[in-house]
C-alpha cells in the first residue's frame, strides 16, 4: 500500500509529514530532521521532491538549514503549525458550514447540537 495518495502532489505530502511530526512532538525546536537522502530511502521518491517539500518548509520559517550539517526544527514551529492550521480549519471547514447554514436557515443552537451529537456518536 502507497504511503501516498493521489488527492495532492507528493511534495505537499512530504511536507505536510514534516509538519505532522513536528506537531505531535515527535521533532521538537532545534532537532535535526531526517536528512534528505534518508527520506528519499524511506519513502522511496525522487530528491527532488524531497527537496521541494523541505523548502516550502525553510520559506516559511518552520525549519532552518546549518549548511553543512543539515535541517533543524525552528524555534516556534509547533505554534506557527497550530496557528496555521486553525486558519485553514476555518477555511476550509468552519466557512463552508456556516454558508451552508445560512442556506438551511439553520441558528447556531442548532448546529452546536450537531455538533455536540456528532462528538458524543464518535466518542461511543
Known amino acids: 500500500m502507497s504511503q501516498f495518495h493521489d488527492k495532492k502532489p507528493i511534495f505537499l505530502q512530504i ?67 497550530v496557528e496555521q492550521r486553525k486558519g485553514l480549519f476555518e477555511s476550509q471547514y468552519v466557512l463552508p458550514m456556516i454558508e451552508e447554514a445560512e442556506k438551511l436557515d439553520l441558528t447556531e443552537a442548532e448546529i452546536n447540537r450537531m455538533i455536540r451529537k456528532v462528538k458524543e456518536r464518535e466518542s461511543k
Not at 527537496?51 to 518552520?62: F, M, R
Request: without cysteine; glycine residues 8%.
Open 15 to 81: 511536507k505536510e509529514k514534516i509538519e505532522d511530526q513536528i506537531f505531535k512532538g515527535q521533532l521538537q525546536e532545534h532537532e535535526q530532521i531526517p536528512s534528505t537522502t534518508q527520506m528519499v530511502h524511506f519513502y522511496k521518491v525522487n530528491h527532488i521532491t524531497i527537496s521541494k517539500g523541505i523548502n516550502l518548509l525553510v520559506d516559511e520559517g518552520i525549519i532552518y538549514k546549518k549548511r553543512g550539517v543539515g535541517m533543524f526544527v525552528a524555534e516556534g514551529a509547533k505554534e506557527q503549525l
